[in-house]
């Protein structure tokens, strides 16, 4: 039975806010000020720099401050008007042996969460910078959540899997691990409310792991052409946002039933016409035939034959908004409502680098290796990236 499929809010012409030029490196991390007319900034160039509106329109670094070397990464916590800052030396206000990939402060425990390049995730007390506790990951971590309610962080890697830990005040023990991406993951996002998290990787893809409602049920989400590069959650509107480094900005419509990709079935032969695939020398020799390359309908998840699936479909339910291969029975059986796209797709026209979301004003800020900053803006009824041509 096909699953329902909620009605979509309609979004505008995407039109650009701003742009913040004037960088002499790329800009590695953006983030907005809420309540303000006012960006911070952090660069290769060494710079931490505070952009605010003038008069004119435009902005203007008002406040600029150079670091003993690159900055990597940054976190802003509005409430306390405090700035954590990763260096590329391994340092944050404590050192790493590596570059330092993520930095997050977290106000409820005076925390400051850092991962490394030398594959270690720490936390530090804030206010003295008293290491608390440190754990050794598999891989270079390269994302990195974190649930105040439970204490869990999500840390995601190089290899493509996500470990997820359980934080006490200096000690910290492992819960699980996901192992879904055939690539790095390159950004986390989670969701507090629904208890859901979503994970980015180079392989294109973004997989929602529903950790609250159905323990580790997963959806893959398929809608990118090149490498994922940050995710933003808008809880209002139930919409995830996400952007590649090929500057595609996609709005994933959520307050959908989504359905689970199927497993890919062994078989040596075609599991609909039964031709012998070309390791079957068995069948081959016995049916003087030559053996056939084997395919996997995304839909079913059958072992077929090139023959047998010679049609492409789109599955968004599946999170499929591009046309993938599926069998010729599976083809014939998708509704048009299920052909139904739940994601839009927009071009930032830079190649995306980091992303942040400001829920209050409903801003999104896009930096990007172009070194400019894009500020763009929402609709009060759905989170709609706005852009123009240059």
């Not at 869990?152 to 997820?164: E, K, R, Y």
Request: with cysteine; hydrophobic share 35%; net charge negative.
């Amino acid at each position: 039975m096909a699953a329902e499929i909620q009605p979509r809010p309609q979004t505008r012409k995407p039109v650009l806010l701003s742009k913040i030029e004037g960088f002499q490196d790329v800009v590695n991390t953006a983030v907005i000020i809420p309540k303000e007319d006012g960006v911070i900034s952090v660069s290769q160039d060494r710079t931490i720099r505070v952009w605010l509106k003038r008069d004119s329109g435009q902005y203007w670094p008002s406040v600029f401050h150079t670091m003993p070397v690159a900055c990597s990464c940054m976190s802003f916590n509005p409430e306390t008007r405090r700035i954590s800052i990763g260096l590329e030396n391994g340092t944050v206000s404590v050192s790493h042996q590596g570059g330092v990939t993520v930095v997050l402060f977290v106000l409820e425990m005076e925390w400051v969460l850092s991962t490394g390049q030398d594959k270690s995730f720490t936390w530090h007390c804030s206010e003295n910078g008293q290491q608390l506790g440190t754990y050794q990951t598999a891989a270079w971590v390269s994302g990195l959540q974190f649930d105040v309610e439970t204490r869990h962080a999500f840390v995601g890697d190089h290899s493509g899997q996500v470990t997820i830990l359980k934080l006490e005040q200096d000690n910290c023990s492992l819960v699980t691990t996901f192992k879904g991406h055939t690539s790095n993951v390159t950004a986390l996002c989670w969701d507090p409310v629904q208890r859901v998290l979503f994970s980015g990787s180079s392989d294109h893809s973004i997989i929602m792991w529903d950790i609250g409602g159905r323990k580790g049920t997963a959806f893959e989400l398929q809608g990118h052409n090149d490498k994922v590069q940050g995710l933003c959650y808008a809880p209002h509107t139930r919409q995830l946002i996400s952007c590649g480094s090929d500057g595609g900005i996609v709005i994933w419509n959520m307050d959908v039933t989504r359905q689970e990709t199927p497993e890919w079935l062994d078989s040596d032969s075609c599991q609909k016409c039964e031709q012998p695939f070309f390791w079957n020398f068995k069948q081959m020799w016995d049916s003087k035939k030559i053996g056939l390359r084997q395919h996997h309908c995304r839909k079913c998840g059958q072992a077929v034959c090139g023959k047998c699936s010679s049609k492409r479909s789109t599955i968004p339910l599946m999170g499929f908004e591009f046309e993938v291969r599926v069998c010729d029975s599976c083809h014939g059986s998708i509704t048009d409502e299920e052909r139904a796209p739940t994601a839009t797709f927009h071009d930032s026209k830079h190649s995306i680098i980091h992303m942040q979301y400001e829920p209050t004003r409903g801003w999104l800020l896009t930096s990007g290796t172009d070194k400019i900053i894009k500020a763009s803006t929402c609709s009060h009824s759905i989170v709609s990236v706005l852009f123009d041509r240059d």
